[in-house]
């Protein structure tokens, strides 16, 4: 069982480089060390203070303004240094992209927030993390960066199992890319927890895309209900090309809940996740549908 310590009390050397490049220098030279990225440390911290884990070098990537950039003119490209708090505030997002809006506010209290970050939401590859439907749903890549070049990667791919990702040694997450959102599409996001800006028992991201009263395509995707993050992709393959009403969407979420493996640890029982998931999917398939314009 590890100790809350509530200090640091391991040895490590702390970077705080000014440039990519400076970044990219440090990740090489220590890249056979416990080296760790520290953006907001709101995950990072938490796990060096119960001392499950072990770091030799943090290099802190907060002060560096090459990643502290939104981009809107295309999509959404947010850089890994932009604090989830900023991301809200931005009105595209808030229209085009409820589903990440409305993700980043369900996610702890403002002071936890202005510290952290998508990117290390993403690498701490939590199963329960807040940011992941939304970005699987709208189709995200990472842009992963080292001195050997570059590469992108979609979220759904990036993130392999409870903590693990597909990021290599040496390698940092410099930016979140975002497609930009077809006209008549419509997302939404839901999670239940505990209490409000608890971590989730179980979340959930719908996006789709409206042809007249047919669903052209769409993604559902869990949170909280296996290993990682998982597309409902049965459920999705009953919706994509129908014509939408409410004894489908029933459907549907009665698929997606079958689908989904849960287990029962400290925040809910299997049973629970699996119950609730059919009322999620099939309330979030609603709003997710009228944001696109649809009727039922
Ligand atoms: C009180 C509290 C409440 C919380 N509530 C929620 C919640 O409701 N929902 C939720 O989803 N999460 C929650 N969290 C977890 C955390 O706040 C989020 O996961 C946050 O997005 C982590 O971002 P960060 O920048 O702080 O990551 P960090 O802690 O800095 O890093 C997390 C991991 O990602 C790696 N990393 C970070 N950035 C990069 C990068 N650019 N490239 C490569 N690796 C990188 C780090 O090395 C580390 O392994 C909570 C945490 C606390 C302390």
């Known amino acids: 069982m590890p100790t809350n310590t509530k200090i640091l009390t391991q040895e490590f050397e702390y970077f705080a480089p000014k440039t990519l490049e400076e970044v990219l220098d440090?990740?090489?030279?220590?890249?056979?060390?416990?080296?760790?990225?520290?953006?907001?440390?709101?995950?990072?911290?938490?796990?060096m203070k119960t001392i499950d884990l072990k770091v030799d070098?943090?290099?802190?990537?907060?002060?560096?303004?090459?990643?502290?950039?939104?981009?809107?003119?295309?999509?959404?490209?947010?850089?890994?240094?932009?604090?989830?708090?900023?991301?809200e505030k931005i009105e595209k997002v808030k229209t085009k992209y409820p589903a990440l809006y409305e993700?980043?506010?369900s996610m702890a209290a403002i002071a936890i927030r202005n510290m952290g970050t998508i990117p290390g939401n993403i690498c701490n590859a939590s199963p329960a993390g807040d940011t992941v439907p939304p970005l699987i749903a709208y189709g995200a890549e990472v842009k992963l960066v080292s001195r050997r070049g570059e590469r992108t990667v979609l979220v759904e791919d990036f993130i392999t199992g409870v903590g693990e990702t597909i990021i290599k040694a040496g390698e940092?997450?410099?930016?979140?890319?975002?497609?930009?959102?077809?006209?008549?599409?419509?997302?939404?996001?839901?999670?239940?927890?505990?209490?409000?800006?608890?971590?989730?028992?179980?979340?959930?991201?719908?996006?789709?895309?409206?042809?007249?009263n047919l669903c052209k395509d769409c993604k559902i995707v869990l949170g909280s209900v296996f290993t990682k993050v998982v597309r409902a992709k049965k459920a999705e393959d009953l919706l994509k090309g129908q014509a939408v009403n409410t004894d489908l969407i029933i459907e549907i979420a009665k698929k997606a809940?079958?689908?989904?493996?849960?287990?029962?640890?400290?925040?809910?029982?299997?049973?629970?996740?699996t119950d609730i998931a059919k009322v999620m999917v099939e309330d979030t398939i609603k709003i997710a549908w009228e944001r696109a314009g649809g009727e039922l």
Do not use: C, M
């Open 26 to 47: 440090l990740l090489d030279r220590y890249k056979d060390k416990n080296t760790k990225i520290l953006a907001g440390g709101t995950d990072l911290l938490v796990k």
């Open 57 to 87: 070098y943090l290099i802190n990537i907060k002060d560096i303004s090459e990643l502290n950039f939104i981009n809107t003119d295309e999509g959404l490209k947010i850089g890994a240094a932009v604090p989830l708090s900023h991301i």
């Open 103 to 105: 993700g980043i506010k």
């Open 172 to 212: 940092l997450v410099t930016q979140v890319n975002i497609p930009e959102i077809n006209k008549n599409s419509g997302s939404a996001f839901s999670k239940k927890s505990r209490v409000k800006a608890d971590i989730a028992k179980i979340n959930l991201a719908i996006w789709l895309e409206r042809e007249g």
């Open 257 to 273: 809940s079958e689908e989904i493996k849960p287990i029962d640890d400290v925040r809910s029982t299997a049973e629970y996740r």
